[in-house]
């Protein structure tokens, strides 16, 4: 009877190291995971610990992106002078505008993984594009100049796009990611549509993770997306520049800045200043009434602005009527002069002087049935009559709207180059 006691003596020992050893290999390989924090000491049992719920954010953005500390969007400074506001029901709040910058730098809303929303909108041109036209999917090209993306929420105007044909902010946000020839997903020619974006993009993990930070779920939608990408763009605002200084400083935009020279105080007396023509059409005294479309302090475009004189369609011979939004007039240029785009939807002009020239003589054109009536006095293209020193004094305070910050702050900056 010794035999079989032995034989089962042996084998309760041989299955309590066999079990000792799997609950230690089995707390070596979770810890190696960073899935439990425990020891295993006698008979306790494992303790698990949680989950970390943004291991795949830090993976990917590392301090870029810290859900415990987010960056401010919500309660940015804005100048008490700056009224106008088309923020609408879509207030930002720092959790969706973080996830908004994720989407606006990812690649991943291309069909071929190689465009993002900043490949259009890049952070150090003002959120604009040096390139003519912009390079789109599979040697795809945007039909119109990159517009500036700068205090897009600090206008009256809500109408999206050069020709307005985005009734929102927000609708116009996931329009891009749908053309064929910019971000692809058209559904056409094989490729797929915007449902095939959102099932592509829940399947990431860090939108599983942000999702779930943001909206409660992982579910991806486009209205998501579009409330998303609206409120990082609404966020990107630019308040530090002279002007502000200046502004700041006096009674209203009329009044001479004390921080400006000689020269800027005239360029923006001429800015302001609505001219006086003659029934030719010819400027006989005034300034150049440019505020009457690009209203100061915000140098946002006037809504009811009809076309410039600015016609063209990029490599076509066909006019384009209804191109009548722009985008605000801060940050045309670095604080240092240099433009940060060309400009027009055309990218006719590559410099302040050349625009001014354009605005200096407006041609009569019998085809441009659309043209703004306030650049067509009598019924006759204005002729400004502009002086050199006129020129110069309203370039030097045009100069004068550009900060600094907007291409500096991380905020606004690319969450997946990690330093």
């Not at 190689?114 to 594009?129: E, L, M, V």
């Not at 809500?158 to 996931?174: G, V, Y």
């Not at 360029?267 to 030719?280: A, C, E, I």
């Not at 009569?364 to 006095?377: A, E, G, I």
């Amino acid at each position: 009877m010794k035999k079989p006691i032995q034989v089962i003596f042996t084998c309760v020992l041989i299955i309590g190291f066999v079990v000792s050893c799997s609950k230690k290999d089995i707390s070596t390989t979770l810890n190696a995971n960073n899935l439990i924090d425990s020891s295993i000491a006698g008979n306790k049992p494992i303790a698990m610990a949680v989950i970390d719920p943004f291991a795949f954010t830090k993976l990917a953005f590392g301090n870029n992106i810290d859900p415990a500390n987010l960056l401010n969007y919500a309660n940015q400074t804005k100048p008490t002078y700056v009224l106008k506001d088309n923020t609408g029901a879509n207030t930002i709040t720092n959790p969706k505008a973080t996830l908004g910058r994720v989407l606006f730098y990812d690649k991943n809303l291309s069909t071929t993984n190689t465009i993002s929303c900043s490949s259009c909108h890049k952070q150090n041109f003002a959120f604009s594009d040096t390139a003519l036209v912009s390079n789109g999917v599979e040697g795809g090209l945007t039909a119109r100049h990159s517009i500036r993306l700068i205090n897009t929420r600090f206008a009256k105007e809500t109408k999206f796009f050069w020709n307005e044909r985005a009734a929102s902010l927000e609708i116009q946000t996931t329009m891009p990611i749908q053309d064929h020839l910019e971000m692809g997903y058209s559904g056409l020619n094989g490729r797929g549509n915007i449902a095939s974006l959102l099932s592509k993009l829940s399947k990431i993990n860090y939108y599983k993770e942000l999702f779930k930070f943001v909206y409660g779920d992982t579910v991806v939608t486009e209205p998501r997306l579009q409330e998303t990408l609206a409120q990082f763009v609404r966020s990107i605002q630019s308040f530090d520049s002279k002007y502000d200084v200046g502004r700041a400083q006096a009674r209203n935009d009329n009044d001479p800045f004390p921080n400006f020279t000689s020269i800027e105080n005239t360029g923006k007396n001429l800015y302001m200043t609505p001219p006086v023509f003659n029934t030719s059409g010819l400027r006989i005294t005034g300034g150049l009434g440019c505020n009457g479309c690009h209203n100061a302090p915000e140098f946002d475009i006037d809504p009811n602005s009809r076309n410039n004189g600015i016609i063209g369609i990029i490599g076509s011979n066909d006019i384009e009527l209804n191109d009548t939004r722009a985008p605000s007039l801060r940050d045309l240029t670095k604080t240092d002069g240099t433009i940060n785009s060309r400009m027009m939807h055309t990218g006719a002009f590559n410099s302040l002087r050349a625009v001014l020239g354009h605005y200096n003589s407006i041609p009569s054109n019998p085809r441009n049935t659309n043209l703004d009536p306030r650049l067509k006095p009598n019924n006759n293209g204005q002729q400004l009559n502009l002086t050199p020193d006129e020129t110069d004094a309203v370039i030097a305070f045009i100069k004068t709207l550009s900060g600094t910050n907007v291409y500096l702050d991380k905020k606004w900056g690319n969450p997946f180059l990690i330093p």
